[in-house]
């Protein structure tokens, strides 16, 4: 799985920057077609403290506004409702994506 903002950083920078309030995040978006709709999460981004996570939504907030609204009923029911999570800065997945990495960081450690 591909995290886009980590690449470069080792393990230790990670846990570090998540200690500092730094965030995975994943963002939703909707595209409509009359009759039919759907609704996705972007792939995961790291945020580090002190960055925008709403910037970075700003991509996922554009794809709704143009294509999410036009499908009925569900278009949007869901384009609102990814307005909502992109303005609030994204879905946090921060506990998820630490959670999986917790063997590679205890791999880590025991070589120490």
Do not use: H
């Not at 759907?38 to 996570?53: D, L, Q």
């Not at 143009?66 to 800065?89: E, V």
């Amino acid at each position: 799985m591909a995290i886009r903002g980590t690449e470069g950083l080792s393990p230790e920078q990670i846990n570090f920057e998540v200690q500092r309030g730094g965030k995975f995040v994943v963002y939703q978006y909707c595209v409509s077609l009359l009759v039919v709709s759907f609704r996705r999460g972007s792939g995961v981004y790291f945020v580090r403290s002190g960055e925008s996570r709403v910037q970075r939504a700003l991509p996922w907030i554009a794809i709704t506004c143009l294509a999410g609204w036009w499908g009925i009923p569900w278009g949007p029911i869901w384009s609102i409702q990814s307005l909502i999570t992109n303005f609030g800065g994204g879905k946090d997945v921060t506990a998820e994506i630490m959670a999986r990495m917790q063997p590679a960081n205890k791999a880590i450690g025991a070589r120490a």
